[in-house]
């Protein structure tokens, strides 16, 4: 691992959908500064700095208000460089953690008062060594009062970490809803398994997220609007929306963050729909304290 990679659209585009007032991009990361905030010698790639300010700007570029920080993985499980993108945001910032599943209880209430609000368990191969789930669920049931956690999964082992989610004591969260295959449609056997876990337990929360991962069609990503509209309209209280900025080692493709944002009435198409989306349920995962 040499080059640094830079993931990111160097203009993305003005979107032509408007946000409501209060609309959080609720899944996005920051790199670095790097001589600040050294990558972990574990990553799985090494991208330029994608500082606080450049997600602010994007931030404000596209309409949104606030952000949702989720620690990326090449910070490891050193959170500096999130808790500094959160401190730096006028309140506007919350995150998401990263952490060692031995951390102190005095450490997860500092990282409280730092603004985070939940833990992310990684479960790709691509991006972490191991991911231990009887730890995952030992810190799992010592989190600071009203967190949740993050699960980043692909749907190849949806059925295999069931039993594992099952028994997570607190609310959670998919990233990217657990990856489904959206070629398949939106009564394809992925999107079937994914609302057989949704229908499961009701604290399930998931990200209709990720077009340009998702579907190998490319922008405007067809597929992923006609697979993952359904899901939006059919549990509107329980998904929340991010642009993935800086998009974490995308390399080929660099998504146009205007487009991405231009998904969001084509997957949520009414004003009430996006009202849940972006404002009431990210404000109730990350700011109802
Ligand atoms: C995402 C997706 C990815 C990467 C990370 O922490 C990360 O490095 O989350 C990915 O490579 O699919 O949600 O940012």
Not at 1 to 20: A, G
Not at 48 to 60: T, W
Not at 261 to 277: F, N
Request: with cysteine; charged share 25%; glycine share 6%.
């Amino acid at each position: 691992m040499t080059d640094r990679i830079t993931s990111w659209h160097s203009n993305p585009s003005k979107p032509k959908y408007t946000p409501p007032p209060g609309a959080v991009d609720a899944h996005c990361h920051v790199f670095g500064p790097m001589a600040q905030f050294p990558f972990s010698p574990k990553a799985k790639y090494l991208p330029e700095d994608a500082g606080p300010e450049m997600l602010f700007a994007l931030r404000d570029h596209l309409g949104f208000a606030k952000n949702v920080i989720v620690q990326a993985s090449c910070h490891g499980t050193d959170n500096s460089a999130t808790l500094n993108a959160i401190a730096r945001s006028n309140g506007k910032a919350r995150g998401v953690a990263v952490v060692d599943p031995a951390i102190s209880d005095e450490e997860l209430a500092a990282l409280h008062d730092g603004g985070m609000r939940g833990i992310r368990f990684n479960f790709l191969k691509r991006l972490v060594d191991n991911a231990p789930k009887d730890k995952f669920l030992e810190v799992s049931r010592r989190l600071p009062a009203g967190w949740h956690v993050v699960i980043y999964f692909e749907a190849d082992i949806l059925e295999e970490l069931r039993p594992f989610m099952d028994a997570i004591p607190v609310p959670i969260v998919i990233d990217h809803m657990g990856r489904p295959d959206v070629t398949q449609g939106p009564d394809g056997p992925d999107m079937k398994a994914f609302r057989a876990l949704l229908d499961s337990r009701p604290d399930i929360h998931f990200k209709p997220t990720c077009p340009d991962r998702l579907d190998p069609s490319g922008d405007p990503w067809n597929q992923f609007a006609e697979a993952v509209a359904p899901l939006v309209a059919d549990y509107p209280d329980r998904c929340i929306w991010g642009t993935d900025w800086p998009h974490p080692n995308q390399q080929s493709i660099l998504p146009d963050d205007g487009h991405l944002v231009d998904m969001i009435p084509r997957i949520a198409p009414t004003a009430e729909l996006q009202q849940k989306l972006l404002v009431a349920n990210p404000e109730q995962l990350y700011w109802s304290d």
